[in-house]
């Protein structure tokens, strides 16, 4: 992978596929996105587009860059399509069985010298890279939400990966979409995970405790600490039930009562109130995601 690559596969295309997908393709590089739903694909291409849109509302861009943005997105039928690729990013749910379908797949179909990376959060890059003919390719490459705004990328070697892989993914990172970049070696919830979920769990405990309100526990960090968002509307952006998944998949990995999550968020997600992407978690948001 030299670092004028071209042509990158996105394989899922949920929030984070869509946003990874956005950024890469707002960097000048050519963008092939799979989804195992067609249906699905067509909704986060509109996603993308509506996204562009507020970016023109705000005059962050124009519309024939959004034009150019849009045309460098490729959505395809099959993995089979991505094997000329120069890299590969899987960004599907938190499903190690589902993850590791897949990257028996792109092992076969991508040559030996094309890096296969995923953006889990929680799962072990050496078990993925264990099913695979060539696990020193195999890297992690966790973005944070959201993609485009936060300058942050956790490069996660596993057991493994070489030194040329993660060299070769680190100029990626920091010459071609011009991002800052940490090595990870891996740990479940790696730096950032593991430390937002914890920060929001013991806000959860807070709420739950009756200390403050969700607005004014919000409100707290925000003006005190000079967070962008309070660790509950972060949860709501984030997805509750991703935040229940990471912090369930720790307590697993770790055993540690830290990391057991609060009742009042399994009741949320139980409820159907999953932040953002249903219009109600902690506070409600309309149909762009904007708080109400």
């Known amino acids: 992978m030299q670092v ?48 562009l849109d507020k970016q023109m509302e705000r005059w962050a861009l124009t519309l024939a860059e959004k034009k150019l943005i849009m045309s460098r997105i490729h959505p395809i039928e099959s993995l089979q399509e991505l094997a000329d690729c120069e890299l590969v990013i899987e960004t599907i749910t938190e499903d190690l069985d589902r993850k590791i379908a897949i990257f028996e797949q792109l092992d076969r179909l991508c040559g030996p010298d094309i890096i296969i990376a995923s953006n889990t959060s929680t799962l072990s890059l050496t078990e993925l890279a264990s099913v695979t003919q060539y696990p020193e390719r195999v890297i992690g490459m966790h973005f944070v939400y959201p993609v485009m705004k936060t300058n942050l990328v956790e490069i996660v070697r596993g057991l493994k990966t070489s030194n040329e892989t993660f060299t070769r993914t680190k100029d990626f990172v920091e010459e071609v979409i011009h991002k800052k970049s940490i090595m990870v070696f891996e740990s479940a919830g790696f730096v950032t995970t593991r430390l937002i979920c914890l920060f929001i769990n013991e806000a959860l405990h807070v709420l739950e405790e009756n200390v403050a309100s969700a607005e004014d526990i919000d409100s707290a960090m925000r003006i005190g600490y000079s967070f962008q968002n309070g660790p509950l509307e972060m949860a709501d952006r984030f997805g509750l039930d991703a935040v229940l998944a990471a912090l369930e998949r720790m307590f697993r990995e770790y055993g540690e009562l830290k990391y057991r999550p609060s009742i009042l968020l399994k009741k949320m997600v ?13 506070f409600q948001y309309d149909k762009d995601g904007d708080r109400q």
Do not use: C, P
Request: no cysteine.
């Open 4 to 51: 004028g690559l071209r042509k990158v596969g996105v394989v899922g295309v949920g929030t984070m596929g869509q946003g990874i997908a956005e950024m890469l393709a707002f960097n000048g590089l050519d963008v092939y996105m799979v989804e195992h739903s067609n249906e699905r694909l067509i909704q986060m291409i509109a996603v993308i587009e509506q996204s």
């Open 270 to 282: 139980r409820g159907g109130h999953l932040g953002v992407k249903s219009g109600m978690g902690f």
